[in-house]
């Protein structure tokens, strides 16, 4: 899907706090020392690293900063990967998965320092509850939490039976579910606005409406096309997730676009204080996954609903209510005042994936809906990396070391193929 700029319907957009000076495209030719393309987490991250460090670098963004995933998404960020530790020990090793875990960790923790240092406006609100859509799987909860719990020291998952779950959320659709303490939300668009703030008082450039075309090696340098200009760099840092264009060449067949629909509802009134009573935000366990959280006026942003083409649904608020009031029932006639849609990548495994596609280039993509707790770290590593900093790397070898095999199908019959199984998974949901 395209991204020209934030969705006309974007609840984000229209209450950003942030705000940047205007930000041209380039012209002629730039020198730089590292080219990063997109401004979202990944790429703000790698650039605000960067600028800290005094390596001269420039964003080239093609839209709008923070306007492809980072600026449309739930706002909820999961600790972890997007695949559990059980799941990464049984593919990679213990030793392996112990690594991962530790970066996901150390991702929450970066993140925290940015929601302090660049972007308070993002309003982190802490606690995240994953609410089990069908009958049974308590016994599996209560082991993955003493698993954590004694094998990665995590102490911030606790069950929730099927009636306080029901107390909170204000429905009784769910059976029951897992709090995890360190999860939570927050306004992600102010995240990436605060995050290329702190990049421009750094030094570093952020370039909107400039599209990278394409980039080849000359002798020693990289050279970035855009439509009216070039970039010269000794580095360059792909990103862009679900928004990745052909310029990431063969990595392109490991990402898959999916395209996922949110609403904003009017203040709810008293209702909202039967709604999410702790002010955590909830995510549940169907493979098209519903997730929703309060905003701080009372209104309850709900995001369900997936498509795999290149096209949205004609009446997107209409297309998400019908999730909407599965849950709650008593909202079916709630006047809906936003409603958006954005692509995510996911990989096949859904792990992210890291890759150097030649020398002196890098790309990272693929958080298949965890970006927004690792996404900015990772930026954060590729920056640290592209500065000589040999730790960095180290730690990017975990997820260089994951297997990222391509979607089946090549060139032609990847999308289609790929289609029809997330087509059978997603209606797993409704039997």
Known sequence: MRNDGHPKGSWYAATAAVRLPELPAPEGEVRTGVCVIGAGFTGLGAALALARAGVPCLVLEGARVGSGASGRNGGQAHPGQRQDQAWLEARVGAAEALRLWKLAEAARAHLADLLADVAPEADYRPGLIVARHRPGGEGADAAHIEHMTRVYGCEALSLVSPQDLAADLGTDVYHGG?????????????????????????????????????????????EVTTPAGRIVCDRLILTGDGYLTDIAGAARARVMPINNFVLVTEPLGDRADRILRSGAAAADTRFVVNYFRKTDDGRLLFGGGETYRQTYPADLAGYVRRSLVKIYPDLAGI???????????????????????????????????QGVMLAPYVGHLLGREAAGDAAASEA???????????????????RPLTIAGLTWYALRDRL
């Open 335 to 369: 006047r809906i005042t936003h409603a958006w849609g954005g692509s995510v990548g996911v990989t096949l495994h859904r792990t992210p994936l890291v890759a150097a596609p030649a020398p002196g280039v890098t790309l990272a993509a693929g958080y298949s809906g």
């Open 396 to 414: 990017l070898g975990a997820l260089r070391r994951l297997p990222a095999p391509a979607f089946p199908g090549g060139r032609w019959l990847r």
């Open 178 to 222: 897992v709090l995890d303490r360190d999860g939570g939300h927050l306004h992600p668009l102010d995240l990436a606005l605060g995050m290329a703030r702190a990049v421009l008082a750094a030094g570093g450039r952020i370039c909107e409406q400039a599209p990278a075309l394409s980039w080849t090696k000359r002798g020693g340098a990289i």
